[in-house]
């Protein structure tokens, strides 16, 4: 799920691999220029695809899109709820260049996959979009080598959660959230939980921790692996330490988002990572131990604030549509600040950056602030045609490390061997 951060589990993403890499490559080339000239002027009905498990945030947005515009009606196409399906569907209409769906909202991890296959329209020429009010990392999530082929709808990122009762003030860096764990202690609680379980928030932990110390997993052109550097070493040792040496204690390898929510909320543990529906959760459920007594911030790296990983929705535009010029100006609808707000409104965080600033918006969700803090220094996952096999790969070589079945210099070296492996 694209919003909350509950993710696919490996051995979904795992199956997806060899149809994805088999499908990878099939696109491009003239036909695909050709293509994405063709009905760039086009006017009419079109369709919206998105996982049934978000549709609820984008019905009031369609009802009043075709109040407005009767000729240019939009239909919405539930997808399946969970990712793999989403990508299955689209993908084999796309595969037979069906223009069934005319603009389809992708997880932020599969437009790169999408786009090289040639199957997305480039969002430039007759089809631009401005973007220069959006959240920098989220468009970043939507350009594939150098080209946007999406537009951000909504976007998230992990916050640090801190108990003001035992840390009145946040850490200022990884280095102080460490000395800080003594209070932790003092008071027979965890310092530091978050989601370590063999699925993709693994993907997400480790990431982060590499993203942090300022690493990367893959360069620009999304497959040559980018590991064999000293940040992402550092990263992920300060991730492999952690765990090993308690900070992050030896649970969270089973913890998911839910597990992790529900053990901040009884009071286990000092500080937690976890996605902004958490804070909700702890100051208005009736069971929470903590209510009244946490505090958000940015996630911490090496030497201030850390880089989260971001979730959220890219929507594109068919690269076989008939009217992409509806298509445009309904993905510039979407980003619209009356739209922006309403997905604010609905705990659905807004990719236009100055919806964060409204200050009737940050009294009713006080974590906005942190929120914007955390966004504008984020980062995508990496933004790869080859994602499930990249994300695999982070996902069996960091659990290796943290079970001490590898050390972290093994661990990279397997990782980027899997995932050069992926994108032969």
Not at 65 to 78: G, H, I, K, M, S
Not at 80 to 103: F, H, I, K, N
Not at 334 to 358: C, R, W
Request: aromatic share 8%; proline share 5%; net charge negative.
């Amino acid at each position: 799920m694209a919003v909350h951060g509950r993710f696919l589990k490996a051995a979904a993403a795992a199956s997806m691999v060899a149809v994805l890499t088999a499908a990878c490559g099939n696109g491009g080339g003239d036909d695909s220029d050709e293509q994405a000239e063709a009905g760039t002027s086009g006017v009419g009905p079109i369709t919206f695809a998105m996982g049934s498990n978000d549709t609820d945030k984008l019905r009031p947005v369609i009802e009043q899109w075709n109040a407005e515009n009767p000729d240019q009606e939009v239909t919405l196409r539930e997808l399946p709820a969970e990712q793999d399906g989403q990508r299955d569907t689209l993908t084999q209409s796309l595969q037979t260049e069906s223009g069934e769906y005319d603009v389809f909202a992708l997880d932020v991890t599969d437009t790169a996959y999408f786009a090289a296959n040639g199957w997305l329209q480039p969002i430039e020429g007759d089809t631009e979009v401005d973007t220069s009010g959006l959240i920098e990392a989220a468009v970043d999530s939507a350009t594939y080598n150098g080209t946007l082929y999406g537009i951000p709808q909504n976007t998230n990122a992990q916050l640090l959660y801190y108990r003001t009762d035992l840390q009145p003030e946040a850490p200022a860096n990884w280095d102080a959230l460490v000395a800080s764990c003594e209070a932790a202690e003092g008071a027979d609680v965890d310092c530091l939980q978050t989601q370590l379980s063999l699925y993709e928030g693994l993907t997400v932990a480790a990431t982060q921790f590499i993203h942090s110390w300022g690493g990367q997993v893959v360069g620009d052109d999304g497959q040559t692996p980018e590991l064999d550097t000293d940040q992402a070493r550092a990263g992920l040792t300060a991730l492999v330490d952690a765990y090993q040496n308690g900070v992050i204690p030896p649970q969270t390898d089973a913890f998911t988002e839910e597990e992790t929510a529900q053990a901040f909320l009884a009071g286990e543990t000092m500080y937690s990572y976890n996605w902004p529906y958490m804070y909700e959760s702890g100051q208005s459920d009736p069971t929470s131990q903590v209510q009244g007594r946490f505090e958000v911030a940015p996630i911490v790296g090496q030497d201030g604030a850390g880089r989260s990983t971001l979730g959220g929705y890219n929507n594109a535009i068919n690269v076989f549509s008939e009217n992409k010029a509806t298509a445009q100006a309904f993905l510039e609808f979407i980003i619209s600040e009356d739209v922006q707000m309403g997905f604010a409104e609905q705990s659905f965080p807004p990719v236009l950056s100055s919806i964060y600033d409204d200050e009737a918006l940050q009294q009713e969700f006080p974590y906005m602030p942190a929120l914007k803090a955390a966004l504008e220094n984020a980062e995508p996952r990496p933004v790869t045609p080859y994602y499930p096999a990249v994300s695999k790969a982070i996902q069996d070589n960091t659990f290796a490390a943290l079970r001490g079945e590898k050390n972290v210099e093994q661990a990279l070296t397997d990782m980027s061997a899997a995932i050069d492996q992926a994108a032969q």
